[in-house]
């Protein structure tokens, strides 16, 4: 485990002067800063702090009480490699020096990958030296139980490399990656224990213990865990950050205990639950060792392929980290050296399978940043095509087009919009290629409908072409238009399937153009120009982005501006009620949050802080729309809460008659053959298709109901948009259940009613998610968050994408990335860049949530409740009024409402912003005088309320990533501060893996 977490210059003396039972108190080891320090060499607090002032005093300024003296690491080794370490003094000296040797991989890694920083005059990231890291080792926690850990200390202060200034050390790097520097930790650790003979059974979320011990002997000695799932379930809480609250809430002051007791203790209690200490093996066995270094590169090579294919650039930290993240998962842990040597050898082999490397220069700290030959040869070609002129003989005769026009409107039974006829006529008797950029829900198939009338009747074929096999297979069903994938029509293309003077003076168009990244792009290019085609791009730029490399759509767009061959679709259909119509139209417009503000009026947006109850309430939601004979579909940003989603809605609605109970079990696979487990399929199942299949005649994407079940023979029949597919188990079995998606395989599909699980912590929520989220729907767009104020905030900002060439120009310039500059932007707008304190985002959370727990307690306490002792002492604690001590002691009903006047005053006074304290003051006089006995309280309702906070901009502060959710955060910017640590699991978002150190 790894947590970090920021030091003041006045919290700076308890690491140094809190003595361990097992190690020297007051001095820490001095683990990094070969340039200007001796490595190993002891220092106590008074050196520490006078090395740091010293530095601070070359720039002219002073290190104050509340300035930030250094960052805190704190390094936790696994639960069963504490507890041998306590019960035996000969593995003690084993496992310490497994442990600390990891300590010292990461911080050498930290330092030497360039993510120990400065910034420079403008407040950009650079390269820094200089770094001084101080390790302090402790033996137990606050229970008296076993854990081994070490904090690192890394001073606040660094040597720009540019210009040798000594300035305040920006350590964003390190919080981003926490928990990929925390893999690394445990992958080394492991690695050295398992080298000295120990076995190790390595778990599927990242962590690992000594494979001689049972769970319930490590629960014997993990009391403080037991303590924060105790106070979790006692007031309905899940999830991480409610797990930060309850470790915060249940923490004790440290005890001092007797070691020689302690040791006793644990040996009885060892005893008592069966522990019996391990022996090592023999002989490390390298010929294991031969072949997890074959798999590891493999995985390795793999990881940098996926990162040239989908950035178009990479460096080599880039690959490392990723990389730890996929070795994990398939339980492969190596040294920290073997990791960095096997990704420079998996981007040799990278950049050799695709046409050699390019440099794009260095990143702002010094990294080289490559591409490959092929990305820039696919992306060069694109910007040399652009947007092809063709002669005359392509226009169509345009009296022709007028008439069949008419005729057209006349089959339809109503009449086209002035911007659908505009758009046919435009492409049909221009010469040029052309685009149309159409909404969401704006007539883009009857526009095409008609396009493809008026060139047939004129003797002319029209082509339809998109990068999925599911928007292909919709758009020649819905058009009428032959349709093929990018890649289909490639491989067809130089098979010489088609007749070049057949298609000479035709449209090829392309859907969802948006999708399209270079090298697809360029393939529709030269497949046009080889057949004399005109192209036809129809997208919407504020849709998702191509997942490969580059993001042309934009720059034919602006092309066609030029060019005047840009069309627009504006008049939205979809969405039958006015303010949803409304809203869609303001998401697709980019005012994503006034859309959210409209829905949120019409009371479609609920904010249910509580993983558990707002997946309950989204259920709920989906069987009423079922009972009601309303198509629905959720839509989620990640895998793994679909896969919740459509595990719990199918069990109810087996439950209620809508599947059948019974129906033929299967492992399915994704489109990369990759196994996603075991998954039954019965009659009323909606399924998706997961992989394109020419013979079966299905896409990647299409979806269909079960109506009939063959158990004997693994088959089904599915009904789909194009008929029934008779799907054999055991030839085809890329499928599963369908009644939640992502929001990426939700584009181009329409239902009556959308429901949106929008946390607001994940990254893959932006603007562009939303908006296709929101428009899914004809009828209800429902969304489902965690945060309302953390979504508005996720949504503001699109998800943009540079491609290679403005990659390279950034670099050479000098320039910030784009997704830099729009971190920047938004950070200006809403005057949030902090430094020294940091208050993030994710410290609102914390405090909003501590308070309503804060709260909690009160309401109990004054309703009568018994507490336990250590609650009603932190109760009086935070009582700063004598009246309230009094009114705590004697508990009289009459002087409540008063005692609650001042502690509401005091409370609000002592640590809140000063705008936010009348507000503050209702909301804790209603809560405190609610009587509660602790049932059915909601434990999310005041997120997002009742606080504004007023950061200013201030120089020399250190700024956060404001999408970062579990992170230790420290605030001092009105002289008080919480000390959390933060529990930091790599996999998994619960609280059972949580062991507190300090």
């Not at 798999?295 to 940098?304: D, P």
């Not at 289909?488 to 990244?517: I, P, S, W, Y």
């Not at 009587?931 to 201030?954: A, P, W």
């Not at 230790?968 to 978002?989: F, H, M, N, Q």
Request: overall charge neutral; some cysteine.
């Amino acid at each position: 485990m790894l947590s970090l977490s920021g030091v003041s210059a006045s919290q700076g003396a308890f690491y140094f002067e809190k003595e361990d039972y097992f190690f020297q108190g007051g001095e820490g080891n001095v683990i990094a800063g070969e340039t200007y320090w001796n490595t190993g060499e002891k220092i106590n607090h008074e050196r520490f702090q006078e090395i740091v002032e010293a530095r601070i005093r070359e720039t002219g300024g002073a290190l104050k009480g509340n300035d930030r003296l250094a960052d805190n690491l704190s390094f936790s080794a696994p639960k069963s490699v504490s507890l041998l370490a306590a019960l035996d003094d000969h593995h003690r000296e084993l496992i310490l020096e497994a442990h600390r040797e990891a300590v010292k991989a990461v911080i050498d890694y930290i330092e030497s990958s360039g993510m120990f920083q400065a910034r420079d005059e403008n407040g950009n990231p650079t390269a820094a030296r200089g770094m001084l890291a101080v390790r302090f080792d402790h033996f137990t926690n606050r229970n008296g139980d076993p854990q081994l850990h070490s904090h690192v200390l890394i001073a606040n202060v660094a040597e720009r490399a540019g210009d040798g200034k000594v300035v305040s050390a920006y350590l964003r790097e390190i919080y981003n990656h926490k928990i990929d520097l925390g893999l690394m930790y445990r992958m080394h650790c492991a690695r050295n224990l398992e080298e000295m003979g120990y076995r190790i059974e390595w778990k599927k979320d990242g962590t690992f213990d000594l494979a001689d011990f049972t769970e319930e002997q490590l629960r014997a000695f993990s009391t403080r865990r037991a303590e924060i799932e105790d106070y979790l379930k006692e007031h309905g809480l899940e999830g991480g950050k409610a797990a930060e609250v309850a470790a915060y809430r249940t923490r004790d002051p440290k005890k001092d205990f007797n070691p020689e007791e302690l040791r006793k203790n644990w040996e009885t209690r060892a005893r008592e639950v069966g522990i019996k200490l391990p022996e090592r093996q023999g002989n490390y066995d390298y010929q294991k060792e031969v072949a997890i270094s074959s798999i590891a590169q493999k995985i390795l090579e793999g990881v940098a392929e996926k990162q040239l294919s989908t950035k178009g650039y990479v460096r080599e930290i880039d690959v490392q980290l990723e990389g730890v993240r996929a070795l994990a998962k398939e339980g492969i842990y190596l040294w920290v050296g073997q990791i960095q040597n096997y990704a420079e050898n998996a981007l040799e082999r990278a950049f050799s399978n695709q046409g050699g490397r390019h440099s794009l220069g260095q990143d702002r700290v010094g990294r080289n940043v490559w591409t490959v030959t092929n990305n820039l040869h696919a992306e060069l070609r694109t910007r040399d095509i652009g947007l092809m002129n063709h002669s005359s003989s392509y226009a169509l005769n345009p009296e022709k087009t007028k008439e069949i026009l008419k005729s057209f409107e006349q089959g339809l039974g109503y009449h086209l919009t002035d911007e659908q006829k505009s758009a046919i006529e435009g492409i049909a008797t221009g010469r040029g290629d052309a685009v149309v950029i159409g909404k969401a829900g704006t007539g883009k198939t009857t526009m095409l409908k008609g396009l493809k009338t008026v060139y047939q009747e004129q003797g002319r074929v029209v082509l339809g072409v998109s990068v999925s096999g599911a928007a292909a297979a919709n758009l020649e069903k819905e058009t009428g238009i032959s349709s093929y994938t990018v890649d289909a029509l490639n491989t067809l293309h130089l098979k010489g399937t088609f007749e070049h003077t057949r298609l000479q003076g035709g449209a090829l168009v392309v859907d969802e153009a948006g999708m399209l990244d270079a090298k697809r792009t360029a393939a529709i290019q030269e497949f046009a120009r080889a057949h004399g085609m005109k192209v036809v791009y129809v997208g919407d730029p504020d849709q998702l982005k191509p997942v490969g490399v580059g993001d042309p759509f934009r720059r034919l767009v602006s092309e066609a501006a030029k060019k005047g061959s840009l069309h627009e679709l504006t008049e939205i259909f979809r969405q039958k009620d006015p303010e949803y119509r409304e809203a869609a139209r303001l998401a697709s417009s980019g005012k994503t949050v006034e859309a959210l503000e409209k829905l949120s009026e019409k009371g479609w947006v609920k904010e249910i802080n509580s993983k558990k109850e707002r997946l309950e309430a989204i259920k709920k939601d989906y069987l009423r729309a079922v009972e009601e004979k309303k198509s629905v579909l959720v839509v989620t940003d990640k895998n793994s809460i679909k896969d919740r989603l459509n595990r719990e809605i199918r069990y109810e609605l087996q439950k209620r008659g809508y599947v059948e109970k019974e129906g033929v079990k299967v492992e399915v696979r994704g489109s990369n053959g990759k196994s996603l487990g075991t998954r039954e399929f019965a009659v009323g199942d909606r399924v998706l298709f997961l992989k394109n299949d020419r013979d079966l005649g299905v896409q990647n994407g299409l979806a269909g109901q079960v109506v009939l079940v063959h158990r004997e023979e693994q088959s089904l029949v599915v009904r789909t948009d194009f008929g029934m597919k008779e799907v054999n188990l055991r030839e085809y079995n890329y499928l599963d259940h369908g009644y939640a998606t992502t929001v990426y395989k939700s584009q181009g599909q329409t239902v009556d009613r959308v429901i949106y699980n929008a946390e607001s912590k994940s990254r893959s929520v932006s603007a562009n998610s939303f908006y296709v989220a929101v428009t899914r729907g004809r009828e209800e767009a429902k969304i489902y968050t965690d945060s309302l104020e953390n979504l508005r905030e996720r949504i503001d900002v699109s998800q943009e994408k540079a491609d290679v060439l403005t990659r390279a120009a950034e670099v050479e310039a000098g320039a910030r990335s784009l997704d830099e500059r729009l971190q920047v932007r938004k950070d200006l707008d809403r005057d949030v860049v902090t430094l020294r304190e940091s208050i993030t985002a994710s410290e609102a959370d914390f405090k909003i949530l501590n308070r309503v727990v804060n709260l909690q307690d009160y309401r109990d306490y004054f309703a009568g409740k018994d507490l336990k002792e250590s609650m009603i002492d932190s109760i009086k604690r935070e009582a700063s009024k004598e009246i309230l001590r009094k009114v705590i002691e004697e508990r009289r009903p009459e002087n409540q409402k008063e005692a609650l006047d001042r502690a509401v005053e005091s409370k609000t006074r002592d640590w809140h912003p000063e705008g936010a304290r009348e507000e503050l003051k209702n909301e804790l006089k209603e809560e405190l005088m609610k009587e509660s006995h602790g049932k059915g309280r909601e434990t999310g309702t005041l997120r997002g309320k009742g606080v504004d906070l007023d950061l200013k901009s201030g120089a020399g502060d250190r700024a956060k990533d404001m999408g970062s959710s579990r992170e230790r955060e420290t605030s001092r910017g009105k002289g008080k501060s919480l000390d959390i640590e933060v529990i930091e699991d790599p996999a998994r978002d619960r609280s059972a893996g949580v062991e507190m150190g300090d």
